[in-house]
Every structure is written in C-alpha cells, then in structure tokens.
C-alpha cells in the first residue's frame, strides 16, 4: 500500500532523532504523522496521514551530498501533495561553516521558487529559544553552552543571522521579537520587505509558543520553512486552525506489547547523556566501551556482546561509548574527528544488529548520529509514533517486514536524569 491520499505537511529531518523529536511533536499537535528512514520506497506499507517527516543521515556529511539528498526527499514529499516542505535542523543549530543548513536551504528555496525562508531553531518546551537573532539553550547563549564541546560541530557563535551567512549563498535577514509580537501581518510585511530587497532568509526571534504559533501562520503560507520542532509545533497548529487538517485525537500510535530483552546503546557525549549514564549505573548493568580499542579493531563489539548476552535475561542492559570533552578531544587528537566518529558509529551498530539477533526487541539509542547509524544497520524503513517519554522523545513502533520492535531515539541534550529507565518503562 502507498501514501493513499495528499499530504499536508512534508518534512525532512537532517537527523533520525530529530525526525522522531518532529514526528512527536506533530503528532501531539493533532496531525496523524509518519516517520520514513529515507526517501521511502514507492511500495512501504505506510497509513493515511496528515504529514510525512523523511529521516535522513545529512547532518554532518559532505554538503554536496546533504544537497542532493534533501532535494529527493523534497521532490517525494511534493509529490504527494505538500505544498509546504519543513527542513527540519536542530535546536541547537547543528552545523559548521561548510554547511548544511545553508546549502540545503539554498538549493530547497531555488528549487520551490521560495523569495525570504523563515528558519528558526526555538523549541521553548526544550529551553531553545531565539532572541535578537541569538540562540539560547536555558539560560545561557548557544556559544558557552555544553555545544561548544560537541565532537562534530563545536558551536561558537549564538548569532544564528552571523553563522547562517557564513554557510549560504543568500543574504540573512532578522525579524526580531517585537514583529512577531505584533502579530501575523507584522511578520509578513517583515518579510515581504527583505524579499524586496533580495534576502532570501531570515532568522525569526521566538521566546514562547504563541510566537511560534504566529510564525506557523505565515509559514504555512509559504512554500519553505527552515527549523526545529518549534516551528512544526506552529504549522501544525496553523494547518489546524485554518481547517486544512481535521485534528485527529493526538494519542500517537498504540499497539500490542512487544515484550522481551531490552537494552540501551549511548553514542552521545552530551552533558545530558552522560548525566542520564550516571544515574543508570543505579538501576541497571552499565559497560563503557573502550573507545580507543574500537579505533585500534580490538574486538570491543565482541566484548560488549558477550557481556550483554547473559545479562539480557535479568533485565536491561546499558552499552556506552559516551566519554567526557577532555576525552573525546584527546581521542580525536589522536585518530581524527570523523574517523573517531564513524567507528564508533559502525561499533554501536554492529552491536545493535547482534543484540537484535539475540532476542532484543526494545531498543533505547541516545544520539542522533549513532541513532542513524543503528536504525540503518536494523534496516528499519519507519516509524509510527507512540507515547511521549520526555519532551521530544516518543516511543517508536517500526513499520515494515522486520517483526514487532520498539525504539527510541533519544537526542543528544533531551531527556530528564532518569531517561533511560523512563523510556523502558513506556516501552513494553
Ligand atoms: N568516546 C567518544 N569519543 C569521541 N567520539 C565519540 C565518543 N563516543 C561517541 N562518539 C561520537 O560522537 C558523536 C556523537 O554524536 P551523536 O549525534 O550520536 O550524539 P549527539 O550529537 O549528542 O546527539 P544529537 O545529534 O541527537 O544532539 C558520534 O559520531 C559518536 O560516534
Ligand atoms: O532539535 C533537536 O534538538 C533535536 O530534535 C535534534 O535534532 C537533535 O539531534
């Protein structure tokens, strides 16, 4: 069976937990809502839905190859009718000077015709939030935030129309608060106004909901939009409230338990991940894998596996590679940055896909790049959406041919202290 009837929303998420973070929050917004790994294929069994997220893997790859990739899923998701495509980034605005938000959102915006793209990353129930053009993660700018450590892309600038220059072909404007606060028609006068002007994007400040809900008004008259789950809170909202989506019961998909062994997998280095490990230790076996000797092939996924598999029938397990930002620097001194990054990426897989073999059924994945890395490994074409376990996290139920098993793919920075025993006690 096909998508059987036009969609309303397409989105395309750079990331899987991303995409799961929107998925969730469209879903709880009232719009029936399904997540693809991938551009799906033309036979995926997929129900009737309101808005389709399209996970992709583009986040930290070769731009060129971020561009072409988007742009299939964009040409998928219009051809099921979405006149309007999100290009959904992370809140905390995930990139380098190379890319890829900029050149997706240039290639995206020439391809729709699109004049000024509004982008946000806000996400206020998560503590991102857009002020003056600046991004806040809490309290404090994204630059002295746990961000500036992050093992791919270190952020050190908070001024999102500064850092979105630096990566796009077009001119970033500013739309600031007191426009959005005027409301609506503030905005599109704003915006209309940089267009004339030639800007082709604009970051636009939001602090709370109800901006949000201002920016999903004129986003959705628009052909593109650039940001986190945020600014999909508001489109849905605005596909609501204008009537072009009837709101179905926000209840996520349910489902018979799947039951079985359970375990955890970290690849996430975030402050939140590692606080979230911690507490874990308390409450379930805990291995930290030896990221040198997955560098090195020691054989550390063997090891992982043969101290997981009798423990599997006890209760859930917990595999880290996640280490401090002293570490993770002096690791990727000595192997390099994305070599460091990929092996553990494949090691976490590789563990993934024998602890599936061996029984495992509910799988907790915190990070995003390691979330990619194993759903793709487990050959999981998508995702409905379940119950939600922290503000953006939901429980997963994958589609397609490869039996009953629930997920949840954890962003780096989300999740309260005890997330891992949080989410394995919604996921039954
Ligand atoms: N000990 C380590 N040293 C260096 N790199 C590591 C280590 N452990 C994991 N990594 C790598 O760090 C990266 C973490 O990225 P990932 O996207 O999984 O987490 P995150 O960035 O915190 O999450 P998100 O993208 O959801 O915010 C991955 O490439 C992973 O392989
Ligand atoms: O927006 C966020 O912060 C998350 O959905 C995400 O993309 C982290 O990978």
Known sequence: MTLAAKISLGCIADDYTGASDLANTLTRAGLRTVQTIGVPADDLALPEVDAVVVSLKSRSIEAGLAVSRSRAADKWLRGRGASHVLFKICSTFDSTDAGNIGPVMDALRADCGEGAVL?????????????????????????????????????????????????????????????????????????????????????????????????????????????????????????????????????????????????????????????????????????????????????????????????????????????????????????????????????????????????????????GETSGAVVDRLKISGFLVGVEIAAGVPVLRAVGDGGAMLLALKSGNFGGAEFFSDALRLMR
Not at 167 to 179: E, F, M, N, P
Not at 277 to 306: C, F, K, S, Y
């Open 119 to 367: 982008v946000t990353p806000a996400f206020p129930e998560t503590g991102r939030t857009v002020y003056q053009g600046n991004l806040f993660v809490g309290a404090v700018p994204l630059n002295e935030s746990p961000l500036k450590d992050h093992p791919l892309n270190p952020m050190h600038d908070s001024n999102l129309v500064r850092v979105l220059a630096r990566q796009s072909r077009t001119q970033i404007g500013l739309v600031d608060l007191a426009t959005v606060t005027r409301g609506a028609d503030a905005v599109r006068a704003r915006l209309a106004e940089l267009a004339s002007k030639g800007i082709g994007a604009a970051i636009i400040d939001a602090v709370f909901d109800r901006d949000l809900e201002t920016i999903g008004l004129v986003a959705a008259e628009h052909r593109l939009s650039v940001g986190a789950s945020g600014i999909g809170l508001g489109l849905a909202r605005a596909l609501v409230s204008t009537g072009k989506v009837k709101s179905a019961a926000a209840s996520g998909a349910t489902g018979a338990a799947v039951g079985g062994p359970a375990a955890c997998l970290a690849g996430s280095c975030s402050q939140a991940t590692l606080q979230q490990i911690a507490n874990a230790e308390r409450v379930m076996p805990v291995l930290h894998l030896d990221p040198d000797r997955i560098l090195t092939g020691a054989g550390e996924a063997q090891r992982a596996l043969d101290w997981a598999r009798p423990r599997l029938a006890e209760g859930p397990v917990l595999i880290a590679s996640s280490s401090t930002p002293d570490q993770v620097a002096a690791l990727q001194a000595r192997h390099g940055r994305d070599a460091a990054g990929h092996a553990i990426e494949q090691t976490m897989a590789d563990i993934a896909e024998s602890l599936v073999r061996s029984g495992v059924r509910r799988l907790v994945v915190a990070g």
